[in-house]
Nanobody, 128 residues
Framework: QVQLVESGGGLVQAGGSLRLSCAAS????????MAWFRQAPGKEREFVAA????????YYADSVKGRFTISRDNAKNTVYLQMSSLKPEDTAVYYC?????????????????????WGQGTQVTVSS
């Protein structure tokens, strides 16, 4: 059974940094896509970043481009989200997601239904 477990969330001041981790178990996602989404109170879940694992191509929402970096440690079967220059509007529950396949059009990576597995989420709170 596939499990995704996020960690690394917490409370940080605006301008600070956090690194989120997503550890996968139950299978090795070597050729699919892994991503981070977030959901703020009263808002819909939104795409943050994705990485296509076989070629390490990365994709970012405009709101986080230049501030967040997604990466992967194959040996640990773990994906990371390094978040810097955090803003209060980054406050949300951050979810890790994984897809077993990949898509011809990368626009699919920005959509929740593309993903097969989801973690439980980790809270990130940025104070002003």
């Amino acid at each position: 059974q596939v499990q995704l477990v996020e960690s690394g969330g917490g409370l940080v001041q605006a301008g600070g940094s956090l690194r989120l981790s997503c550890a996968a178990s139950g299978r090795t996602f070597s050729s699919g896509v892994m991503a981070w989404f977030r959901q703020a109170p009263g808002k819909e879940r939104e795409f943050v970043a994705a990485i296509r694992l076989s070629v390490l191509s990365t994709y970012y929402a405009d709101s986080v481009k230049g501030r967040f970096t997604i990466s992967r440690d194959n040996a640990k079967n773990t994906v990371y989200l390094q978040m810097s220059s955090l803003k209060p509007e980054d406050t949300a529950v951050y979810y890790c997601a994984a897809a077993e396949g990949w898509a011809k059009y990368s626009s699919r990576y920005y959509q929740s239904p593309f993903y097969d597995y989801w973690g439980q989420g980790t809270q990130v709170t940025v104070s002003s």
